[in-house]
């Protein structure tokens, strides 16, 4: 099933409890990564071992992507939903970063991560957070 090009990526408390709903409500697949499942896990506490790094739920309707992660900020309104693209290819990655990232703030410029993709994190001239992601697979 193809995905969409752009996706919300939602940060929660409650992860799991989203997910579920959301299959309710749309149907569909739901997969979790949780922070033990990373090679971060060593580098963080007993208590957030259990954490969604990363989940997804796809279906012919949507593709909603959720983590429990947050920044130092922690949860505060209007910093729980980002703009996910899937990217094509590298260049792609490059190209978007180059044109929506200035004036803005980059708090991860395009680079390879571990868990095998190419990845940015930004927030756009206006306030809205961009995440852009490539993963090496699709090479």
């Known amino acids: 099933m193809p995905m969409p090009k752009i996706s919300p990526y939602l940060n929660l408390d409650d992860a799991r ?3 579920n709903f959301y299959k309710d409500c749309f149907g569909g697949e739901i ?3 949780t922070v033990a499942e990373t090679p971060i896990a060593k580098q963080m506490p007993p208590e957030a071992q259990n954490k969604v790094m990363h989940a997804s739920l796809t279906s012919d309707q949507v593709s909603i992507l959720i983590s429990e992660m947050r920044g130092p900020e922690g949860f505060v309104r209007g910093n729980t939903v980002s703009m996910m693209v ?3 290819s590298e260049a792609e990655v490059q190209q978007i970063f180059g044109k929506l ?3 803005g703030n980059v708090m991860m410029a395009p ?3 571990f ?3 190419v990845f940015a994190s ?3 001239r206006f306030g809205i957070q961009w ?3 490539y993963p090496l697979s699709q090479q």
């Open 86 to 88: 899937n990217c094509v």
């Open 131 to 133: 995440l852009l992601n």
């Open 17 to 19: 409890t989203a997910l």
């Open 31 to 33: 997969f979790i990564m």
């Open 101 to 103: 990232s200035p004036g």
């Open 122 to 124: 930004f927030t756009d």
């Open 111 to 113: 680079g390879r991560q």
């Open 115 to 117: 868990w095998g993709a």
